[in-house]
């Protein structure tokens, strides 16, 4: 029998029962080293003015829905290339052999097939405030390991590898996964996590990281 985990409930200690958990430092590592990433013309105006929209901001002070709306999903709509898509409020759902992911993702990139988002590689979690708030980088974790097998059912090879972030106000915090033994009783995860990077001050950084990420998945198909 299989134990059933939600997103917004698990806990490290769960994580490190369902896989091998291996979290690295964090670091400046290759996929964020984004100096020779283009920009057009026309992505650097309306990077301007998402910049300009959190710029005069208390972001710290507005709600996460205002937030997301102004300035991390018009990046990501920002970051679409081909079939990929960027989709808010998507359900994930995924079966290992000991225990079952689900839940909801509040973005993600992917390949947009038919009406719908068939292999989510890059997923975000907005980070809730209050009393309603959780440890957002387990609840990504969950999420990364739920889209991992999602894309390993479409074409399983291993290592599987997905990228995610997790967002405080408008600050941006990347996670790279490998995932392999998605077909084991005990898959592994290894993890590379970025610095933060804050939108008001950084958002072309943020948008070449996004934009180096769909890139590189592109050019794995």
């Known amino acids: 029998m299989t ?5 917004s409930s698990i806990t490290l200690a769960d994580l490190k029962r369902l ?10 590592h290759s996929w964020t080293q984004v100096e020779t990433v283009s920009v057009t013309e026309l992505e650097q105006q309306r990077l301007q003015q998402l910049k300009l929209n959190l710029c005069y901001c208390a972001t710290h002070l507005m709600n996460e829905a205002t937030i ?10 920002l970051a679409e290339q ?5 989709w808010a409020g998507v359900p994930l759902t995924a079966r290992y052999s000991l225990f079952e992911l689900e839940g909801i993702a509040d973005g993600v990139l992917g390949e947009a097939l ?3 988002i068939e292999t989510p590689f ?17 609840q990504l974790y969950a999420q990364l390991l739920a889209a991992a097998h999602l894309n390993w059912e479409a074409d399983p090879h291993f290592p599987q590898e997905m990228f995610g972030c997790y967002t405080i106000a408008d600050s ?32 072309e950084t943020i948008f070449k990281i996004l934009k180096n990420i769909v890139s590189k998945h592109l050019h794995s198909l």
């Open 3 to 7: 134990t059933k985990f939600t997103f």
């Open 19 to 28: 896989v091998t958990l291996k979290e690295g430092r964090i670091a400046n």
């Open 68 to 77: 997301w709306a102004r300035g991390i999903y018009p990046l990501l709509v």
């Open 82 to 86: 081909g079939a990929i898509q960027a």
């Open 114 to 116: 038919a009406g719908r």
């Open 122 to 138: 890059l997923v975000v979690v907005e980070t809730k405030k209050g009393v309603e708030g959780q440890n957002p980088v387990f």
């Open 172 to 203: 941006w915090t990347f996670v790279r996964a490998e995932v392999e033994g998605i077909d084991t009783d005990l898959p592994t995860m290894r993890i590379e996590s970025s610095r933060e990077y804050v939108e008001k001050i950084e958002t």
